[in-house]
C-alpha cells in the first residue's frame, strides 16, 4: 500500500559520482524490487523518482545521480533533514524466473542490490562510463564490473532471464539481444501516481504513462 | 468546496485522492480519442511547472461506456471536462452527456493552451452549449485575455452557470543546447506562479459577475484558499499541487480550518469577496456579492 510520510536522512554517503542517500523507513513499504519511490527535492516544486536500492532494517535507501536542480537538491541533504518520501509506484521487476541476470547501466544499477537481496546475490553484468562511476558496483554482490570502451551487452550469454536497467540505448541493445527481458524504463514525471500524464512514453505502439503501465516493461 | 482541477488527477488510478474531494473533475475528454503530444510533455522551473500533454483522453464514447460508470462508483461528484477544435463539438459533447444521470455539472475547457483552439468566441461556444443540456455549464477561462470582464460578461450572458478561473498560462523553457524543453515548444503554466494571475482574474470576473467561481491557479495551502474566497471564489480546484503531494486535499481542508479558528470563525462565508471591497472600483459590489454567495 503506497503512502506518503515525512521521513529523516540517515546519512548521504558518496559513491564515485553517486550518492546513497539513507533515509528512516516509517510506516513506508519497500515493495517490489523495481517499483519506485517519489522524493521530495528540497525547495523544488516536483519530486523526483527513484526506484529503491537497498531496504536495510529500518531503513530505505536511494541511489542517484546529480544531473539537474531536482537531483542536486536531493545530493545535498544531510542527516537529520526531513524529506517526503511517496511509494511504493508502479510495476516492478517479475521475480519468478528460472535463470536470473541482472544488466545495468550507469545509474541503473540502483534497482539491483535489492533486487539481488530479495532473489539472494543473483549473477549480474554492470557497465559504467568509468572507473569512478564503477565505485557503485559495490553494492551489487557477485557481479561483474566492465568500463567503457566495455559494454555489457559484449558480456551477455543467452539462456537467461534477464533484467535490465540503464540508460535507452543499452536497454534497446539488450532488447535486441534478449527479446524478453524485463526493461526498467525511465521517463521524467511529475507526479508518479497516474496524475499528470507527463512521463507517456510509446508501449507497444501506443503513448502510455511508464509510471502506471511500468516502469519495469516485458520486452517483447 | 474543493476540487481538482482537469487534468491533474486521475480518479481511477488514485481513488483514496478522489475521495478526498468534493468533486471530481475529468481529464478533458474530446469527441474522438487522442494520443495527446509526443514527449518531453513536462519541465520544472522555478516557480511553476510546464505541460504539453496535448488532451490525451479515450474520446467521449470510450468515456461514456467504461470510464463514467467505473467513476461513478467512487461516491464522489462528478464534472465532465470537455474539449474541442469547433463550437460544434463542444455541442456534441454537451448532447452526449446530458441523459447521464451520473454527471453532476459540466465544465467546458475553453482554454486549453496545448492543442489549437476553436475559432469561435468562449461565449459563442457557452451559447451552443446551453441550446443541448440542461446541465451546470462551468467555463473554463484562459487568463490570456486582456480584459476577462469582458470575456466574463459575454460567458454569463451566453447562458453558462459558473466559471473556472484559470486555466494555464502559456510559457516556454529552453534545455541546455537553447531549444524548448518541451516536444511541443510551449505548454501550460501552472504552479505557484500562476497563484497572483489567478487571484487577479477572479477578482475581475466577480466585480461583474454573479456566477459562482471555482478558482485555482497555484493554490497549495489553506491560506491560499482564502485568498481566492476574498477575490470572489465560491470553489476553489487544487492542480499541480497533487502531483507533489497527493494529501493535499486533506492537508489543505485542516490548514483552513486552522486559518479559520485563528479568525475566529468557522466558515468562509463572511471572507467571500472581501479584497473587493478595497479595491477602487465604479461598481458598488455588495449587492452582487449578496446575490453570488455560495448557494
Redesign the interface.
Known sequence: MRRRSRLRVVANEALGPYSLIRVERGDIDPGVPGQFFMLEAPGRLLPRPMSLCQAPRGELAFLLEAIGPGTRALAAVEAGDEIHVFGPLGNGFRLDVEKPLLVGGGIGVAPFPYLSEKLGRLPAILGFRSDWHAEAGALVPNAEVVVEPTFVTERLEKGHDVLACGPEPMLEAVRELVPDAQLAWEAPMACGYGACYGCSVEIDGVLQRLCVAGPVLEAA | MILNAS????AL??PE?ARALDVFVT?TVTPQPR??N????????E???L?S?GL?NPGIEALLADKLPRLAELGVPLWVSVGGFAASDYAELCAALDDRDEVAAIELNLSCPNVDEAPESAAEIVRVCRAVTGKPLYAKVSPHAWDIGETVRAIEAAGADGLSLVNTLRGTTLDARLRPTLSRGTGGYS??ALRPVALAAVLAARRVARLPIVGMGGVETGRHVLELVACGATHVALG?V??????APKRVRDELAEELATLGSDSVDHLFGVALDTVASGVNSSERLRVARRE
Open positions: 487534468g491533474c488527477l486521475d488510478e488514485a485522492v481529464k494520443e495527446g509526443r514527449p518531453v510533455r513536462i519541465a520544472e522551473t516557480a511553476g511547472m505541460n500533454i490525451e504552479g505557484p499541480t497533487l502531483f507533489a503531494d497527493p494529501d
